[in-house]
């Protein structure tokens, strides 16, 4: 098995076409399908080892290459094999409904960005928002069709006609001025493409990956006192004990509303959130009628959606413009009195109009609060009618880029909760690598989330505290031995709801009861004794110094899930902290008795939650 190095930096594309006139057209096109796959991605291909299922014993070492990055091209089918242009024939394809989303942005400088606001520019034919962090006008344009070709030329048509204005009117005031065009398409069979212009870092790789951390432990401390505190009360899902920044917990449940969306199931896309400094994935989805596009977090340990909404008291910066409610057509109020209003741990009601109001806090004193509501979301083109979620005006703590959030976990309130007689109370992801220039995977409802092929472990039931997802961990293998020390009593649910190990979506580096971890640290030093020694970094105290290496051998790492043995690629527990060479063991131990198998370890992984047959499958090398 080899686990290859990627890059902690990423140069981004600044051009479409070459600008030397010395290149031929041959050169050109390929120089035009270069910057295409670094602007959208790869396209589709096989995906390579990243994992497997069975023991894994029988490998006491995997490869390390620290060197290794592949290229592929995509063609254009508007261009022949000789150079020469050619029209492409769709008579054969059906009509089908094609969407195409563009977005721009007109760099100001401070100066003329206050003159614009202060004449209150808002809205277009296109949507346009003002970024206070950047000091831009940010444009969003929507085209749709019913017809055989798509309609992208026609979204950034609009949003070049918008940009352009907008630069030409200011470009006078201020030589800062600049204007910069993206897009995104909407395929009709494959996974959506996307990239993450809106996303680019602010902050180098190192200080982004600090924040990471910094961000992922305020998760870690709110979800262990919320396990520690069930032991010691009877109540449960209190929105006070809120995991850490965007996961939210609630314990209540309303009647599954009517509107099916189908029982063939539907999907979204899945982007790493680390260029935002955030250890997070996010999904990207519609809200409302017509639906804005928006990302959220995905979070299993969460028990509500919510997102921002204007009119803003208080609202952090996000990628996308903030939802108005006021432009959707779906937009129900929930009333104050209603069942599922009062299922809320903290219901509230607003004075005016009798509608319900909600309030979540964070462990790390981050909050959100606001309306309570029904509303429309989209999945690619699949409508999900009547979710209830949280319409935030006031948001405020350690969000970063996302809208909102999608909650996942087992409570009543959450997204699968809510809508799970729809596709079959069953759902899988697929996260993919940490880095932001990875290609996006996907988040599916329905009966094909979950495949045949996977290998599944039983879902463990925690009556004290029913957010989570607990399974059961018999041990580590290290080197094809197995660890001593490390059994499945570490990691048992005692009677008084404490202890047991969970999956979460949103939690970074997996934590292990101390117990566990020591012996797991220990076995892995041993193995991997030939490597050179680094210090430790924040809270990894197992590093080593690659720097100048093109390949190592490190020993495997197999976790042994009742009914499950998943070997773990290489790059989901020795991973680059910074951009120096140096390499930790992605696990940290807790004093706590709940451990927490984190995204670093499910990466490249479809982890599939068969909630309807009480189980979660593994499927290595399913992300495509």
């Known amino acids: 098995m080899l686990l290859r190095k990627f890059p902690t930096t990423f140069s981004l594309s600044k051009r479409f076409l070459s600008t030397k006139n010395t290149h031929d057209l041959a050169s050109s096109i390929a120089e035009f399908n270069k910057e295409l796959e670094d602007i959208f991605g790869e396209p589709p291909s096989s995906a390579g080892p990243l994992g497997s299922s069975g023991s894994g014993d029988v490998t006491q070492d995997t490869r390390f290459s620290t060197s290794e990055v592949s290229e592929k091209v995509c063609g254009l089918t508007h261009i022949g094999k000789q150079g020469e242009a050619q029209m492409v024939d769709v008579s054969p394809k059906q009509n089908t409904k094609r969407t195409a989303v563009a977005s721009g942005k007109v760099v100001l400088g401070k100066e003329v960005f206050d003159l614009v606001s202060a004449n209150h520019l808002s809205h277009v034919d296109v949507d346009l928002a003002l970024n206070h962090r950047d000091y831009s006008v940010v444009i969003h344009g929507q085209a749709s069709t019913m017809g055989k070709t798509g309609v992208e030329m026609e979204a950034l048509t609009a949003v070049s006609i918008a940009g352009l204005t907008i630069y030409d009117m200011c470009k006078a005031a201020s030589k800062n001025t600049s204007f910069e065009l993206s897009g995104s398409l909407d395929s009709t069979v494959a996974l959506q493409l996307e990239h993450l212009d809106a996303l680019e870092p602010h902050l180098s790789q190192d200080e982004l990956f600090a924040v990471k951390l910094k961000r992922d432990e305020a998760r870690v401390v709110s979800i262990l006192a919320r396990a520690q505190g069930v032991s010691h009360s009877s109540k449960r899902g209190s929105h006070k004990h809120r995991p850490g920044p965007h996961h939210g917990r609630n314990a209540s449940q309303p009647r599954a509303p009517a509107g099916a969306a189908g029982s063939s199931g539907f999907s979204s896309s899945v982007t790493s959130g680390l260029a935002q400094g955030s250890g997070e994935y996010f999904t990207r989805l519609g809200v409302g009628s017509p639906p804005r596009y928006m990302y959220m977090v995905l979070d299993t340990g969460s028990d509500i959606v919510w997102l921002q909404c204007s009119p803003c008291k208080r609202c952090y910066d996000q990628t996308d413009q903030v939802f108005n409610p006021a432009q959707s057509g779906s937009f129900r109020p929930i009333p104050c009195r209603s069942k599922i209003c009062q299922q809320l741990d903290q219901p509230g009601c607003a004075v005016r109009g009798n509608r319900c109001a909600y309030q979540v806090s964070y462990g790390d004193g981050s909050f959100t609060m606001g309306e309570f509501a029904s509303e429309t979301m989209t999945f690619r083109r699949t409508k999900v009618p009547n979710v209830a979620l949280g319409c935030g005006h006031d948001n405020e703590g350690l969000f970063v880029g996302a809208a909102g959030l999608l909650g996942l976990g087992r409570g009543k309130l959450s997204f699968p909760s809510q809508t799970g007689n729809r596709f079959g109370n069953k759902f899988s992801y697929c996260l993919v690598d940490r880095s932001a220039s990875s290609k996006p995977s996907s988040v599916v409802f329905g009966a094909s989330a979950v495949s045949r092929n996977a290998v599944f472990t039983p879902l463990i039931p925690n009556p004290k505290l029913d957010t989570f997802y607990y399974v059961e961990l018999l041990g580590f293998s290290v080197g094809g031995t197995r660890v001593p020390g490390i059994t499945g009593e570490l990691f048992k649910i005692d009677r008084t709801g ?83 060479g140096r390499f930790c063991f992605a696990f940290a131990g807790t004093m706590s008795g709940l451990s927490i198998i984190g995204n670093i370890q499910q990466q490249g992984i479809r982890v599939s939650f068969d909630v309807a047959s009480r189980r979660v499958g593994f499927l290595p090398n399913a992300c495509t």
Not at 514 to 538: E, Q, V
């Open 498 to 580: 404490n202890g047991g190990i969970i999956l979460d979506s949103g939690t970074s580096v997996t934590r292990l009861t101390r117990p566990a971890y020591i012996a797991l640290r220990d076995a892995f030093r041993a193995g991997a004794s030939s490597l050179k020694t680094a210090s430790g970094f924040s809270l990894f105290d197992t590093c080593f110094d690659l720097s100048g290496k093109t390949e190592v051998r490190v020993p495997t790492v197999v976790m042994h899930f009742n009914g499950a043995d998943i070997s773990l690629p290489a790059n989901n527990y020795l991973i680059p902290v910074d951009t120096s």
